[in-house]
């Protein structure tokens, strides 16, 4: 195992556990962890003025520091009192195993850090997003079951086949702007690519509509009233840049409301409009609202469409409670209603999310039919036959029968069997000798094997994956790329020493450290540095050394002359030096 499990994790499917990935602390740089204090300070300062207060709050229960990153180990020692966990993944992930991993009270956290360079923003998923901006605000009880309620509705989403085509091109575009060194030209290539992708969606599928509303909540939501909003998206939170940007006037306030599905967003762009909840219940009035539009709910003709158009693993429930799971292929209507199913491949019958026994993928690997709805002529569907009005239309065991439906579908064979659940209603019966046909034409024919017909007159339901995890083999995960490491030349390796050594001069651990001396090698050798030089001045100053403080302001006033989009990062850092920022 690549991680440590405990008795929140060890609850996760299999099918989960394929995306998990090992933290490797000790490969996080002192710059990296300069990143990150610059980062935290920042947001501990700014943030407890304008955020939701459990985000502080949070803060100190989720035991985050604002000194170092934190230690996946360590937080989930923490999370484990909040009813949570964690662990780490590799970027991006399917958006419909995100929201599966929410549905198990598991935060999954990108574990690598965004470069310096990037230390404002980065469209990659990292661990001062996932870390410093999710974690926190689960602190929070009436949040913590909104993020698991819609992890829980999220993941049954059907998607659509230019779903998965989208989501492999922003992790894509996620993973080459965070590289170092990646030519501008590829990266406006990739940008371009979504941007066409995005222009030709077609109608959007339930997991874009719910993914819109993941973005404007989870993401990027205000709370509060319109014109005093506080911050509480993970978005927001991690970016130092758009948390500031977003208060203004320039980014226009909208009560947050169901509207929000159908609003798309740009992951590579500051967002103009920013949607504001008054609480964190009403989170969970408008997912409640989005679930009752979805085939989860609604189930029928346009449910099953949805499960066929993604070309996804899918199930249908029926009005007995049947469930069937299968690559959806075909359905027949007949007054907008469904009267026959069809499956490609493997299929699995089950009820109440558990397999019919007998009735797994080994049973029906080439796809599974069956009639839906009422036999003509007859009021009383054959769901809600006591058995004795089963034996007065002579469905029972031994007999040859014709059953007619509505819509023309005609099932004649011999009866085998009954399926029933623990309250004695029938789910299937079991034929042998048997031929499906509709208006006249052949849709199943056997001598030799049995036909299993399912019993329910209306789909109920109609939802993305598998009614029972263990029916299907859902170790297949596979992506196209992964994240980049940035090949660390000789040069950045003596860098990252000089980061390492003030490290632990202001730690305490080695104090013989030649300040003066690093900062002379930075201006000579990495005179685009700056917030080392930072971190000098801020010793400079604890340790009453007027003379190098000045010294180190001249050559950070020469940094913002020099490179003035790094002069508000400058400023800010100088401003945090005077501060103490206890959590």
């Not at 490797?24 to 740089?29: G, K, L, P, S």
């Not at 007054?335 to 999310?353: F, H, M, N, V």
Request: charged share 25%.
């Amino acid at each position: 195992m690549a991680y440590e499990s405990n008795s929140i994790l060890d609850k996760l499917p299999k099918h989960l556990k394929q995306y998990i990935k090992p933290q490797n602390y000790e490969n996080y740089t002192a710059i990296d962890q300069a990143v990150w204090r610059y980062v935290m300070r920042k947001n501990v300062d700014y943030l407890s003025k304008v955020a939701h207060t459990s985000y502080v709050d949070g803060l100190k229960k989720t035991g985050i520091s604002i000194d170092s990153i934190p230690n996946m180990y360590g937080m989930n020692r923490i999370l484990k009192d909040l009813g949570w966990a964690a662990v780490a993944v590799d970027g991006f992930i399917p958006p419909s195993a995100f929201m599966e991993f929410q549905a198990y009270n598991v935060l999954v956290i990108a574990s690598d850090i965004r470069q310096l360079g990037h230390i404002e923003y980065t469209p990659a998923p990292d661990i001062i997003h996932e870390g410093a901006g999710h974690a926190p605000i689960i602190a929070n009880p009436e949040y913590a079951e909104y993020l698991r309620r819609f992890g829980e509705i999220g993941c049954k989403a059907i998607s659509s086949a230019k779903d998965f085509e989208l989501y492999e091109a922003v992790r894509h575009l996620s993973i080459i702007k965070e590289a170092p060194g990646t030519p501008k030209s590829t990266i406006d290539k990739a940008e371009a690519h979504i941007s066409q992708l995005q222009q030709n969606m077609g109608d959007p599928s339930e997991i874009a509509l719910i993914r819109n509303l993941h973005w404007w909540t989870v993401e990027y939501g205000l709370i509060g009233t319109v014109k005093n909003p506080k911050i509480y998206g993970a978005g927001l939170l991690s970016s130092i840049g758009e948390s500031a940007w977003c208060l203004t006037d320039k980014v226009k306030k909208i009560p947050y409301s169901i509207d929000a599905a159908h609003t798309s967003f740009d992951i590579t762009q500051p967002q103009p409009q920013l949607f504001v909840t008054p609480d964190f219940a009403y989170l969970s009035q408008v997912l409640e609202e989005f679930a009752n539009t979805m085939a989860l709910r609604t189930g029928g003709l346009r449910g099953v469409q949805k499960l066929i158009d993604s070309k996804e693993l899918g199930t249908v429930e029926l009005s007995t409670g049947l469930q069937i799971s299968g690559n959806f292929v075909e359905v027949i209507a007949h007054d907008g209603k469904p009267i026959y199913l069809q499956t490609y491949g493997k299929t699995a019958l089950s009820y109440r999310e558990k397999e019919l026994v007998g009735h797994g993928t080994l049973n029906h690997p080439n796809g599974f039919g069956t009639p839906i709805g009422k036999l003509k002529g007859i009021n009383l569907a054959i769901e809600d036959m006591s058995p004795r009005d089963l034996k007065a239309y002579n469905i029972f065991e031994g007999e040859e029968v014709s059953l007619d439906f509505e819509g023309d579908v005609k099932i004649t064979g011999k009866i085998i069997t009954g399926t029933r659940n623990l309250q004695g209603k029938i789910l299937l019966i079991t034929f042998e000798n048997c031929t499906v046909t509709y208006q006249g034409d052949i849709l199943f024919e056997s001598r030799k094997n049995h036909y299993n017909m399912a019993i329910g007159c209306e789909i109920v339901s109609a939802f993305n994956g598998p009614a029972d995890l263990e029916s299907f083999d859902l170790i297949t995960h596979t992506v196209s790329s992964t994240t980049l490491k940035p090949q660390m030349s000789k040069e950045f390796k003596i860098l990252e020493q000089y980061y390492e050594q003030i490290r632990h001069f202001r730690e305490g651990i080695n104090r013989t450290i030649s300040r003066n001396k690093v900062f002379k090698e930075l201006k000579e050798n990495y005179p685009e540095d700056w917030l080392l030089s930072v971190e000098l001045y801020e010793l400079a100053k604890s340790n009453g050394d007027t003379g190098f403080a000045q010294e180190i302001l001249v050559h950070l006033e020469d940094l913002k002359q020099n490179d003035p989009k790094i002069g508000h990062l400058i400023d800010d850092g100088l401003g945090l030096v005077d501060k103490t920022l206890i959590l």
